[in-house]
DNA sequence: ACCTGAACACCGTTCAAGT
DNA sequence: ACCTGAACACCGTTCAAGT
């Protein structure tokens, strides 16, 4: 019988799988085709022990990146307190790119895990509630034009996912994200018209 | 002794990379990760033979990848004999989506094969060639900001790259592409300063 | 109920033998 | 000079046997 599932796991079984998760963040950082059965020896776990936890790499790949991204996401309402919602914005997508940066690894883990099968569309992400919550906050003070949408946000500062790290990467972010932030600037109530009148 | 770096192939050797080339587009494009020996039983030759002329599958993917990308950034001169610059670079940016949404197989193949080793910085590509034509003339009319690079651009239209080409991927990609364009007028000497006067 | 680790399947890569 | 295909190494996944 399998396990039921609202049921806890036992402790050790508990033990087991948060320290395959927290060997993996660290491994999957380092290289993002790390292999799994290095995993599970590190996390000191046999084969099958991981693979009752994780069905496949894609799933273990998810889990954490999900537990990553929250914690970005989550900042974006204390920014809102601390600052006006364009700048708001604008320092969450800096901190996004700090992040990418940082966690370059994992994002390469997420291609190669998650390209294999079908598309996993992530639909109501962490970052989607947070790119909503800062487009409604300057919507409500017409600082950018109205109508964005977290997909058009998160399309918007994609160009973050395909640099490399070990680069001057810092300035070529900012010219990004001062480009993004200048064309949802264009056609703001509170701007005076579109940037090119006709 | 190897072969000789400049001498033709053998007519042989030429029609078997040529084969190779034809089924790995076919099969890379349907299943980003389809075995190179299935790529290499298709189209009639031995492993070894395909490792010949391919060391590993980074350098299949990344010939496949250039030469099919070469055909789109070609296309930027002749757009901008039929348009106005700006026009020109908004629809060399259709193309762009219209390639990579029918190649989304291939692009997540690149990914795959790319993201093991070191990152290949492609630096001087078709791509950024095309981007800086068409900058440039963009630039020469004061359309957009000036200073533009080809990096820039390529940053800009990134969210390209991570659309899946099932969905309704047409007016996600329309409305990418008017806010990049709106971030590129934002600024041109052409427009009366910028969107936010201060 | 959970764990281990050997066993199996599959794919990338090499290489001895052929033409 | 180029080709073939068997052989090897490695990794993902399963499963019989243990606690």
């Known amino acids: 019988m399998q396990h039921d599932k609202d049921a806890p796991l036992r402790s050790d079984a508990q033990r087991n799988r948060e320290r395959i998760l927290e060997v993996a963040l660290a491994e999957l950082t380092l290289c993002p085709d790390a292999p799994l059965s290095a995993i599970a020896r590190k996390a000191g776990v046999g084969q099958g022990t991981f693979y009752r936890n994780f069905p496949n790499r ?24 601390q600052l006006p919602p364009d700048r708001a ?75 490399a790290p070990t680069d001057d990467w810092r300035p070529r972010a900012a010219r990004l994200l001062d480009l993004v932030m200048d064309g949802l600037r264009a056609g703001a109530p509170g701007a005076g018209g579109p940037a090119v009148p006709s």
């Open 58 to 81: 894609e799933a273990l790949v998810l889990e954490i990146y999900r537990h990553e991204m929250r914690q970005v996401a989550d900042s974006a309402a204390q920014l809102l307190e």
């Open 89 to 163: 914005l604008r320092a969450w997508m800096d901190r996004l790119a700090e992040f990418g940066m940082t966690k370059a690894g994992l994002a390469d883990a997420i291609r190669l895990a998650t390209s294999k099968g079908g598309l996993t569309k992530p639909a109501h992400t962490p970052v989607s509630d947070a790119a909503e919550l800062l487009l409604r906050a300057n919507d409500r003070v017409g600082s950018i034009r109205p109508g964005m949408t977290p997909d058009d946000l998160v399309l918007a500062i994609g160009g973050l996912w395909q640099m």
